[in-house]
């Protein structure tokens, strides 16, 4: 098994609590240790994270009296550019869990481990662009919101009504034709105006067993990565943020980047792959993103429920050491490229 399940072995027989941790309240200079315990299925997953205080600019990681592995697992700050609002999450007994519950839930989550700001989805059909909208308006300094743009079923305008409502960037998945079919380059050329950037969906969609229709017009082949690179091409001016490296199609994904100042990734799913091997994934995407020499252009992104995040942030930590990123190239990773393409 991985590195990572190694860890879930040492540390599953720690008793402890979930902490929201306020960082940004704390005035010691010291790291501390947040221990969060979580469920994610059947599993208990007990999570010992050293968080030293997220930085501003210019300010130097204090890690004193750390152990190699716990630098293995320390982060300062992030931001999360992929969170779905609301999501389809069930307690213990099957039920669903109510909205307002997953989001106080994943607000103290984020907060613990450290997250500045998270890139809230308002997914949906039809999109829930009101409720993420209130969000917006009552977490200002932590929910930056990305509309939910319907490419094919839209019009343009839709853009500029949602950067009217306070959105910051678009999010699209399940358009009726490619990606760069000119039919959508309105969108583009709207969202590039008002300096909105464009979270796509790529590569593989996920079909739970036995959905499925002619009317859904779903097609994977329609999302491939390649086809960002027309629309980073025809709008330079327009930042372009791929889910999942492509996944399975993580080389197409990365020479995409390699090539396109305005084109960067995010890393959900595939980081934390479920029912199938996860070295073998990692070992595909090591060798996409190091050939291509992309590890600058990449962007943390949970697009998981609460009690998996922590997964997430591990996973990136553990792929970003294989890379060989320093703890400068990590913070770029996981915040600072967020930060610049937000203007925060």
Not at 64 to 90: C, L, N, W
Not at 285 to 308: C, N, R, W
Not at 336 to 344: K, Q
Request: net charge negative; proline share 6%.
């Amino acid at each position: 098994m991985g590195q990572i399940d190694s860890g879930l072995r040492r540390n599953d027989e720690l008793r402890c609590v979930a902490l929201a941790a306020q960082f940004d309240s704390c005035e010691s200079d010291e790291p501390y240790r947040v221990f969060f315990a979580s469920h994610v299925g059947l599993h208990r997953i007990l999570w010992p994270i050293r968080a030293p205080l997220a930085l501003s600019a210019g300010e130097k990681t204090q890690n004193r009296g750390a152990t190699v592995e716990e630098k293995s697992m320390a982060y300062r700050r992030f931001i999360d550019a992929h969170v779905h609002y609301p999501q389809t999450a069930f307690d213990p007994t099957g039920s669903q869990i109510p909205a307002e519950r997953q989001l106080q839930e994943l607000m103290e989550v984020e907060r613990a481990l450290g997250c500045r700001r998270l890139c809230m989805l308002s997914t949906g059909n039809p999109p829930v662009h009101d409720a993420v909208a209130r969000l917006i308006d009552e977490h200002p300094d932590f929910v930056i919101g990305f509309g939910f743009i319907r490419l094919g079923v839209d019009e343009p305008s839709v853009v500029d009504k949602l950067g009217d409502m306070g959105f910051r960037g678009l999010k699209t998945i399940r358009p009726m034709d490619n990606y760069d079919s000119k039919e959508y380059y309105p969108f583009y050329e709207r969202a590039e105006a008002r300096n909105m950037p464009f979270l796509f969906h790529t590569g593989q969609l996920f079909r739970a067993p036995g959905s499925g229709s002619r009317e859904e017009d779903v097609s994977t082949a329609r999302m491939m990565p390649w086809m960002l690179d027309p629309i980073a091409r025809a709008f330079p001016k327009l930042t372009l943020i791929g889910a999942h490296l492509g996944s399975p199609s993580f080389a197409e994904a990365a020479w995409v980047a390699r090539w396109n100042e305005n084109v960067y990734w995010d890393l959900s799913g595939p980081i934390t792959v479920r029912y199938g091997n996860r070295e073998v994934v990692h070992d595909m995407m090591y060798q996409a993103v190091a050939g291509a020499g992309i590890t600058h252009k990449l962007v943390f992104g949970s697009d998981v429920t609460p009690p998996e995040i922590p997964d997430v942030v591990t996973a990136y930590d553990t792929f970003l050491d294989r890379l060989g990123a320093d703890s400068l190239d990590k913070d770029q990773v996981f915040y600072g490229n967020m930060a610049r393409i937000l203007g925060i």
